[in-house]
């Protein structure tokens, strides 16, 4: 009783739906979403300017993987540095309460 696992969590981004709908976002998607540049398809995953797949709202968030609408063509780095946020976030300097 006490040497129980805990569940597993269910892999992301597997199977055959999953391989179909990213093949397709590749195929008809041109330029990053993200930075608007176009996407060189024939760059593989270690570099950085790999075509990925970006989903508009994170697992995380409550976004479905399996909806076409919820998925759009992305650089590799673009999308890692957007992380789970629902929009590109750029640090600003910082602000002050005072005027000096």
Same mark, same amino acid.
């Given at each position: 009783?006490? #040497?129980?696992?805990?569940?597993?969590?269910?892999? /992301?981004? &597997? %199977?055959? +739906?999953? %391989? /179909?709908? $990213?093949?397709?976002?590749?195929?008809?998607? &041109?330029?990053?979403?993200?930075?608007?540049?176009?996407?060189?398809?024939?760059?593989?995953?270690?570099?950085? $300017?790999?075509?990925?797949? @970006?989903?508009?709202? +994170?697992?995380?968030?409550?976004?479905?993987?399996?909806?076409?609408?919820?998925? /759009?063509?992305?650089?590799? @780095?673009?999308?890692?540095?957007?992380? #789970?946020?629902? $929009? #590109?976030?750029? /640090?600003?300097?910082?602000?002050?309460? $005072?005027?000096?």
């Amino acid at each position: 009783m006490g #040497n129980q696992r805990p569940a597993r969590k269910k892999p /992301r981004h &597997t %199977g055959r +739906p999953w %391989g /179909r709908l $990213r093949a397709r976002v590749i195929a008809e998607e &041109t330029h990053c979403a993200l930075c608007g540049k176009p996407v060189n398809k024939t760059l593989k995953f270690p570099h950085k $300017r790999s075509p990925t797949v @970006d989903l508009r709202v +994170p697992l995380s968030l409550g976004g479905s993987q399996r909806d076409r609408t919820n998925l /759009r063509l992305a650089h590799f @780095d673009c999308n890692a540095s957007r992380g #789970n946020g629902t $929009r #590109n976030r750029r /640090r600003r300097g910082f602000t002050t309460t $005072r005027r000096w």
